[in-house]
Nanobody, 122 residues
Framework: QVQLVESGGGSVQAGGSLRLSCATS????????MGWFRQAPGKDREGVAT???????TYADSVKGRFTIAKDNAKNTLYLQMSSLKPEDTAMYYC????????????????WGQGTQVTVSS
């Protein structure tokens, strides 16, 4: 079992930046896949970005070129750097860990954090 705690959300204007962090209670390298997901009110949860043990990354088309996922194994922390934020990025953001390989956002992730709210105003 691992606990995931997100932080760094907030309210920003369109065009602004935020960096989300996800602290893990166990060594992050134990999990082949880590990811960020988001859910806006009235919408399904969607995958934002994933990263594997070898730092290979995937991104949703809607965030490519604007968001960057990264992890710090020494700090057991996952990050999501978000730039050029748009109102449509407004959502609750969750980090998640997967105990198996094949890290695509459509795969089942086993452990989830409680989320951090991001609100982007126009």
């Amino acid at each position: 079992q691992v606990q995931l705690v997100e932080s760094g959300g907030g309210s920003v204007q369109a065009g602004g930046s935020l960096r989300l962090s996800c602290a893990t209670s166990r060594a992050i390298y134990l999990y082949p896949c880590m990811g960020w997901f988001r859910q806006a009110p009235g919408k399904d949860r969607e995958g934002v970005a994933t990263i594997d043990t070898f730092d290979s990354t995937t991104y949703a088309d809607s965030v490519k070129g604007r968001f960057t996922i990264a992890k710090d194994n020494a700090k057991n922390t996952l990050y999501l750097q978000m730039s050029s934020l748009k109102p449509e990025d407004t959502a609750m953001y969750y980090c998640a860990a997967r105990t198996s390989w094949e890290c695509g956002a459509g795969r089942e992730y086993n452990f989830w954090g409680q989320g951090t709210q991001v609100t982007v105003s126009s």
